[in-house]
């Protein structure tokens, strides 16, 4: 893999794993939104699902939950996790967005949260979603929309990937992202943001006669 930024991700892993999620309330939220449009015939993926928190209160909503990390340390974390639980529909892969290899028109839901702003082509990833998904298909998205907030991160982004002691930051603004998934085919029909330089919650849908 010529991107070394998953090492910055293994480093991490352990720590991430027992990080408090910041805003609980949007969480629930963002949950809340993306368990109404699953069920037990959905056949969903997740890009860079982490330790798998996500996944692991998702997947008892569905058939089969893909949950995918280029972080072998996230993934080991989030199997462990899978195996106490006893979730046999909840499958992980150690795998990069860019080494997805799944049927066009296949999948019910893609899930990606906060993950976009980490990759170089995100543009390039919601297009693959779009071709992955089955018309009608949904894709939920987190997205910390760097360009449009007040933070030290806008700075620091330039240096990302710097002898691999930053993670990828790609700086992009929520109107540059909601343009991106519309070039991308999706219509996105819930957009919401908890609060000031908070992700964008997105959700945007694989028009049914596509
Ligand atoms: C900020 S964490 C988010 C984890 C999880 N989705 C969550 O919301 O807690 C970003 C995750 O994306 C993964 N990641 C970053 N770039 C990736 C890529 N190109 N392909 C696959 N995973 C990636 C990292 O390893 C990390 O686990």
Redesign the pocket.
């Known amino acids: 893999m010529a991107?070394k930024?998953?090492k910055f991700?293994?480093r991490?892993?352990r720590r991430?794993a027992n990080v408090e999620i910041a805003d609980q309330g949007a969480y629930l939220e963002k949950l809340r939104v993306m368990k109404e449009h699953l069920d037990h015939r959905a056949n969903v993926l997740?890009?860079?699902?982490?330790?798998g928190?996500?996944a692991l209160l998702l997947a008892p909503h569905t058939r089969h939950y893909l949950a995918?990390?280029?972080?072998l340390k996230?993934i080991e974390i989030g199997r462990a996790k899978a195996q106490a639980a006893a979730m046999p529909n909840l499958e992980f892969q150690c795998?990069?967005?860019?080494?997805l290899d799944i049927v066009d028109d296949s999948l019910d839901v893609v899930i990606?949260?906060?993950?976009l702003h980490?990759?170089k082509d995100w543009q390039g990833a919601l297009a693959r979603a779009f071709t992955m998904l089955k018309p009608g298909g949904v894709l939920f998205s987190?997205t910390a929309c760097i360009a449009d907030m007040n933070s030290r991160y806008k700075h620091l982004a330039p240096l990302s990937g710097f002898l691999n002691l930053l993670?990828?930051l790609t700086v992009f603004s929520q109107e540059e992202l909601v343009q991106g998934m519309t070039d991308a085919g999706f219509k996105i029909f819930h957009q919401w943001q908890p609060g000031d330089d908070k992700a964008i919650f997105i959700a945007a849908v694989k028009p049914p006669q596509s």
């Open positions: 991107d930024s998953y991700w293994n991490m892993a991430y997740e890009i860079g699902c982490g330790t928190s996500t995918t990390d280029y972080s996230m795998l990069a967005v860019d080494q990606a949260m906060s993950i980490l990759l987190s993670p990828v």
